[in-house]
């Protein structure tokens, strides 16, 4: 495994990867409803990396397709054992913003949230978080 690379997986060991840690854009909490819901607490947790920087090594994964704000039909990505969310992608293949969930990398503790999205859908209790960025919705996407 190069310097560069990331590893994680899942609760229950039998989903892991590797990514590429050079291909991470972002890393930021999303105050979303659905990301409320998907990880069962206040906010989601992710880093935004480049789609062909990720490697299933073990396991299969489940999915199963969402319909975002915007109208883009998004791939969650799920242990089928244990149910772990490890990451959301555009469908089909189509480019854009690639989200690994911080929680199922191995060395989160150095993954630092730049931003915070959807923060009009924020719980009052999570105001103290500091963050470089913070939009009201979700942002354009460079």
Not at 14 to 40: E, K, L, W
Not at 67 to 96: H, M, Q, V, W
Request: charged fraction near 25%; hydrophobic fraction near 35%; charge should be positive.
């Amino acid at each position: 495994m190069g310097a560069e690379q990331r590893v994680g997986g899942c609760l229950c060991g039998a989903v892991r990867y590797a990514f590429d840690a050079s291909a991470v854009i972002s890393s930021h909490h999303c105050h979303c409803t659905d990301c409320q819901i998907n990880s069962g607490t206040a906010f989601g947790y992710v880093v935004g990396a480049v789609n062909d920087s990720f490697n299933l090594l073990k396991g299969e994964l489940s999915f199963y397709i969402k319909l975002a704000d915007s109208g883009a039909k998004r791939e969650l990505a799920f242990c089928g054992k244990c149910g772990t969310r490890i990451y959301a992608k555009p469908e089909n293949g189509k480019s854009g913003f690639f989200g690994l969930r911080v929680g199922t990398i191995r060395q989160r503790k150095s993954l630092h949230p730049k931003r915070q999205v959807w923060k009009k859908s924020c719980l009052d209790w999570v105001e103290c978080i500091e963050t470089d960025q913070t939009f009201e919705t979700q942002p354009k996407i460079k």
